[in-house]
């Protein structure tokens, strides 16, 4: 049976509830997407006959040990990692990355440079300036263009030379859903020496990471964001996997992925992580690997955003008082997620969000922690913009009751 987003709603408890007697939607899977029940059961069935720690001679440590070696392989299926041993786990992507960036600056000394992006997550950002700022490195940041908010590389490329010691970059914008080009970035990046770290938050849930494709040195994302628990997972390259020296509690002595997490991990949400990369992979023929079938299924959840993304344009397009910060051109859907940051005229992004909330109807509004994009889009000070985040269980149907829900504001 081919992939369609009914097949799909069925799964998700939150899709089928109602408040206060009507129906709820859900436009706000930027910020966590919803959770198949298969995800849910799997998490319960772990914390409520497994619940352990990892190491000890009995039968629950033993599944302990299984769930985490089952997570690393689902991850690495999922990211396209040579093994799972480059996986690495963490409360989310935001504390990887701060962790991840100690021990990838420890031997950054004053006078490099690393560069970070305004179109990124400031997870991306702010971990980056800070550990900059404590070797005092020089940290540049590279614009956007303000017409399509997709990066401008031009301005990138001028600021790579071989002082640049890291270049962190996001792969899909998470207020704008532009897509970036980030093989060319590594691959330009590697020329002068440099590191790439990619945050791979938004992207994830809308099209399938390849790391050995890309070359990259390091890539988070999380878990919550493709239909699963709050974990983050981290691919670090096999070079660096033994070079780095992570901050460790005394008397860690782990290889491989271990030495770079720290305390005991969330093993109901790797369980949970687990389900969630099936799900995903569902759609797949049943005989083929893992990587396989999320090919496949990935290449139908992008076929059905297509046809949201073409539709979201057109109904937008109907309406004059409607700004779109973000590619707007129905040829260019393959260069963005189904992700829409809008501002209607005189009337703030706050008081938008909360008429629709009264709808139930989920969008967030704001700066989605992209403060460089909000501020030099303008925006920051004048409440961010209100972003609109369609998944693949969501239908044309829904984003016409959107726009039916916005009436109100809109003029033609």
């Not at 938050?201 to 890539?219: I, K, M, N, S, T």
């Not at 049943?286 to 299924?297: E, F, P, T």
């Not at 008082?321 to 051109?329: A, C, F, H, S, V």
Request: one cysteine or more; aromatic letters at 10%.
């Amino acid at each position: 049976m081919p992939f369609t987003p009914e097949a799909v709603r069925q799964s998700f408890p939150a899709l089928n509830q109602t408040v206060n007697n009507e129906p709820v939607y859900f436009f706000d899977g930027p910020g966590g997407s919803q959770v198949p029940s298969a995800v849910l059961e799997k998490m319960t069935a772990y914390l409520g006959h497994f619940n352990s720690n990892l190491g000890g001679a009995f039968f629950s440590s033993a599944e302990t040990v299984s769930v985490v070696e089952q997570a690393r392989a689902s991850a690495q299926a999922l990211l396209g990692a040579p093994s799972a041993d480059n996986i690495v786990f963490g409360a989310n992507m935001t504390s990887l990355t701060f962790q991840l960036s100690r021990a990838i600056s420890r031997d950054w000394q004053a006078g490099d440079e690393i560069i970070v992006t305004a179109l990124d997550h400031y997870s991306n950002v702010s971990s980056w300036q800070q550990a900059a700022e404590d070797k005092g490195v020089i940290v540049h940041q590279v614009r956007v263009n303000e017409a399509d908010c997709t990066l401008d590389y031009e301005h990138l490329f001028s600021l790579l030379s071989n002082k640049t010691r890291l270049v962190a970059v996001t792969y899909a914008s998470n207020t704008t859903g532009s897509l970036v080009g980030v093989k060319r970035i590594i691959d330009a990046a590697h020329l002068m020496g440099a590191q790439v770290y990619v945050d791979a938050v938004h992207y994830a849930p809308h099209a399938l990471v390849d790391v050995q494709a890309l070359g990259c040195d390091f890539l988070a994302c999380s878990a919550y964001k493709f239909f699963g628990p709050h974990v983050g997972i981290a691919y670090v390259a096999p070079q660096w996997l033994q070079t780095l020296r992570p901050y460790k509690v005394e008397p860690a002595t782990e290889q491989g992925p271990g030495r770079f997490e720290t305390g005991t991990q969330s093993f109901e949400a790797l369980a949970g992580l687990v389900a969630a990369v099936e799900y995903l992979a569902q759609w797949g023929d049943k005989g083929a690997s893992l990587r396989q079938r999320l090919i496949q299924s990935y290449a139908q959840y992008q076929q059905h955003e297509a046809v949201l993304s073409q539709h979201f344009l057109y109904c937008l397009s109907q309406y004059s008082n409607i700004k779109l910060y973000g590619i707007d051109e129905p040829s260019r859907i393959s260069e963005r997620t189904p992700t829409f940051a809008i501002r209607i005229d005189g009337v703030t992004p706050g008081d938008v969000a909360s008429h629709l909330g009264r709808l139930n109807m989920c969008v967030w509004n704001g700066h989605f922690y992209a403060l460089g994009l909000c501020k030099q889009l303008g925006v920051l000070e004048e409440g961010g913009v209100i972003r609109i985040g369609l998944m693949h269980y969501n239908t044309v149907e829904e984003i016409d009751q959107l726009f039916e829900a916005l009436g109100p504001f809109l003029q033609r």
